[in-house]
């Protein structure tokens, strides 16, 4: 079993509760606009780091990071984009990927909206964890935390940070 903590959407910007919720963490996964190198050093200090960059990231991000990951954890197939939707309005850019060979979890990130959903049709679970970061118009700064145990996605927690703006 592999505990992971999940974040999107950090802009850039560090909070030191990332490092207090992801501590148990075996491996933190980022779905994407990073921001800095900052940001992902410092997570990597915690755990093992699997990220994607979004379309706020550039230059040393753009060069370490893919658009779009897929890996295995512990059973599971995994599948990472940043601008990826969700079930039933999937990006266009990813749908051909999700409907030939659907993973059994789908997370992506950009919209700043926390959303788990199942998709029946595809199987697959779908996870946008939120954003991190300040920027954005989100209400509140979200993590997740979960576990792979097998094929199965267990024990989610949703972590609310704070309110948007506030530090």
């Given at each position: 079993m592999?505990?992971?903590?999940?974040?999107?959407?950090?802009?850039?910007?560090?909070?030191?509760r990332y490092a207090k919720h992801f501590a148990e963490c075996d491996e933190?996964?980022?779905?994407?606009?990073?921001?800095?190198?900052?940001?992902?050093?410092r997570l990597s200090e915690i755990a093992l780091?699997?990220?994607?960059?979004?379309?706020?990231?550039?230059?040393?991000?753009?060069?370490?990071?893919?658009?779009l990951l897929r890996f295995r954890?512990?059973?599971a197939d995994i599948l990472?984009?940043?601008?990826g939707g969700y079930p039933g309005n999937y990006d266009r850019s990813i749908r051909g990927t999700l409907f030939v060979r659907p993973p059994?979890?789908?997370?992506?990130?950009?919209?700043?909206?926390?959303k788990v959903i199942y998709d029946k049709t595809l199987g697959c679970l779908h996870i946008n964890p939120g954003a991190a970061g300040?920027?954005?118009?989100?209400?509140?700064?979200?993590?997740?935390?979960?576990?792979?145990?097998?094929?199965?996605?267990k024990d989610l927690e949703i972590i609310e940070l704070a309110a948007r703006g506030e530090r």
């Open positions: 592999k505990r992971i903590g999940l974040i999107s959407d950090t802009h850039g910007y560090w909070d030191e933190i996964w980022h779905a994407g606009d990073i921001g800095s190198m900052e940001v992902a050093e780091l699997r990220a994607v960059c979004g379309n706020c990231d550039g230059g040393d991000l753009r060069r370490l990071y893919p658009t954890c512990e059973e990472i984009k940043h601008i059994q979890l789908f997370i992506s990130g950009h919209s700043h909206i926390l300040l920027q954005g118009w989100q209400k509140t700064r979200t993590l997740v935390r979960f576990n792979v145990d097998g094929r199965e996605f």
